[in-house]
C-alpha cells in the first residue's frame, strides 16, 4: 500500500510539474512583439537603446521602416507589418509615428495597446501641422531647411543640419546629433497636412511618454492629446528632448514593458 501511494504522489507531481512547465511554455509564447514606428527626421535606428533593453527582457522586437510619405500609406505597411505577426502585439510611436499607428491599429484585433513617445495622436480629420501650431512652444517651423522638390511635385522636409542639435536632440551630445542630422530621413510635406481617419486609442489602452523640453511638438500638445486619449499612464521627463527614446530609453522601455502586459 505504501508502494501504491509514493507512485501516486509521484505521478501527481509529475503531472503538476508538466502542467506548470506548459503554462510558462503558454506565458512565453504569447508574449507581445514589439513594433517600433520610427517618425520624420528619423530612421528605425533611433530606437536602438530601446530595443536592446526590450530584447534583453525577452521580447521579440520589429523597427519598422517607415515610408514619411502620408498617414494613410504609412499606415498600411505598418498594418501589413502587424497581420504578419502570430499572437499580440504593442505598437510603439514616435513623433509622427504616433499619428501612423493610431491608424494602423484598426482592424488588427491583435493589438495589445498603443504607446505614443513624444509622438501625436491625432482625432479623427486632424493633422500634425494643426495639432503643432494649436499650441504656443514648438519650433520646428524655424527649423526647417528649405524645401527639397519630389519628383512628383510634393516636398520633402528637412530639418537644417546646423540647427538640428538645439532643435530635436538637445540633450544627446553634440557628435551624435551631427550623426542623426547628416543621415535624417525627410518627410513628405503631404504627410503633416494629412487629415487622420478614425484612432485607436479610441478603443485600444494607450500610453505616453514625452520630455519637458521637447521643441518639435509643444509639451502643451502632448499632454492634451494624453489627457484626451485617457492615457493608462503619462511619463513626462524634466527637460527631455524630442528625442526622449534615445536620452531616456530606459525609461521608454519600463513604459513599453507595462503597455505588454495583459490589460
Given at each position: 500500500m505504501k508502494f501504491v501511494a509514493s507512485l501516486t504522489l509521484a505521478i501527481v507531481l509529475l503531472v503538476g510539474l508538466t502542467m506548470q512547465s506548459r503554462s510558462a511554455t503558454v506565458s512565453v509564447a504569447v508574449r507581445p512583439t514589439i513594433v517600433l514606428v520610427h517618425g520624420a527626421f528619423a530612421d528605425a535606428t533611433s530606437w536602438s537603446e530601446v530595443a536592446a533593453a526590450l530584447r534583453t527582457n525577452g521580447y521579440r522586437v520589429i523597427g519598422v521602416a517607415n515610408p514619411l510619405r502620408s498617414v494613410k500609406i504609412d499606415a498600411e505597411e505598418v498594418s501589413n507589418v502587424v497581420k504578419s505577426i502570430n499572437g499580440p502585439v504593442v505598437l510603439v510611436g514616435h513623433s509622427?509615428?504616433?499619428?501612423v499607428i493610431s491608424s494602423a491599429a484598426i482592424g488588427n484585433p491583435n493589438v495589445r495597446s498603443l504607446v505614443y513617445v513624444a509622438a501625436f495622436a491625432p482625432d479623427h480629420g486632424e493633422t500634425a501641422?494643426?495639432?503643432?501650431?494649436r499650441f504656443p512652444g514648438g519650433t520646428l517651423g524655424q527649423a526647417l531647411a528649405e524645401p527639397v522638390r519630389t519628383a512628383n511635385g510634393g516636398k520633402n522636409l528637412y530639418i537644417d543640419q546646423d540647427k538640428f542639435h538645439k532643435q530635436f536632440a538637445a540633450d544627446l551630445?553634440?557628435?551624435?546629433?551631427a550623426l542623426m542630422a547628416m543621415s535624417q530621413r525627410p518627410i513628405a510635406e503631404a504627410a503633416l497636412t494629412?487629415?487622420?481617419?478614425?484612432?485607436?486609442?479610441?478603443s485600444l489602452p494607450s500610453y505616453f511618454i514625452f520630455g519637458t523640453g521637447d521643441k518639435n511638438i509643444?509639451?502643451?500638445?502632448?499632454?492634451?492629446?494624453?489627457?484626451?486619449a485617457k492615457s493608462r499612464k503619462t511619463v513626462s521627463?524634466?527637460?527631455?528632448?524630442?528625442?526622449?527614446m534615445i536620452s531616456h530609453s530606459n525609461a521608454v522601455a519600463r513604459l513599453i514593458d507595462e503597455a505588454?502586459?495583459?490589460?
Amino acid at each position: 500500500m505504501k508502494f501504491v501511494a509514493s507512485l501516486t504522489l509521484a505521478i501527481v507531481l509529475l503531472v503538476g510539474l508538466t502542467m506548470q512547465s506548459r503554462s510558462a511554455t503558454v506565458s512565453v509564447a504569447v508574449r507581445p512583439t514589439i513594433v517600433l514606428v520610427h517618425g520624420a527626421f528619423a530612421d528605425a535606428t533611433s530606437w536602438s537603446e530601446v530595443a536592446a533593453a526590450l530584447r534583453t527582457n525577452g521580447y521579440r522586437v520589429i523597427g519598422v521602416a517607415n515610408p514619411l510619405r502620408s498617414v494613410k500609406i504609412d499606415a498600411e505597411e505598418v498594418s501589413n507589418v502587424v497581420k504578419s505577426i502570430n499572437g499580440p502585439v504593442v505598437l510603439v510611436g514616435h513623433s509622427y509615428g504616433g499619428s501612423v499607428i493610431s491608424s494602423a491599429a484598426i482592424g488588427n484585433p491583435n493589438v495589445r495597446s498603443l504607446v505614443y513617445v513624444a509622438a501625436f495622436a491625432p482625432d479623427h480629420g486632424e493633422t500634425a501641422l494643426e495639432l503643432s501650431s494649436r499650441f504656443p512652444g514648438g519650433t520646428l517651423g524655424q527649423a526647417l531647411a528649405e524645401p527639397v522638390r519630389t519628383a512628383n511635385g510634393g516636398k520633402n522636409l528637412y530639418i537644417d543640419q546646423d540647427k538640428f542639435h538645439k532643435q530635436f536632440a538637445a540633450d544627446l551630445p553634440k557628435n551624435r546629433a551631427a550623426l542623426m542630422a547628416m543621415s535624417q530621413r525627410p518627410i513628405a510635406e503631404a504627410a503633416l497636412t494629412e487629415a487622420s481617419g478614425a484612432p485607436a486609442w479610441k478603443s485600444l489602452p494607450s500610453y505616453f511618454i514625452f520630455g519637458t523640453g521637447d521643441k518639435n511638438i509643444p509639451v502643451a500638445a502632448l499632454s492634451f492629446m494624453a489627457e484626451r486619449a485617457k492615457s493608462r499612464k503619462t511619463v513626462s521627463i524634466p527637460g527631455a528632448s524630442h528625442v526622449v527614446m534615445i536620452s531616456h530609453s530606459n525609461a521608454v522601455a519600463r513604459l513599453i514593458d507595462e503597455a505588454a502586459q495583459p490589460n
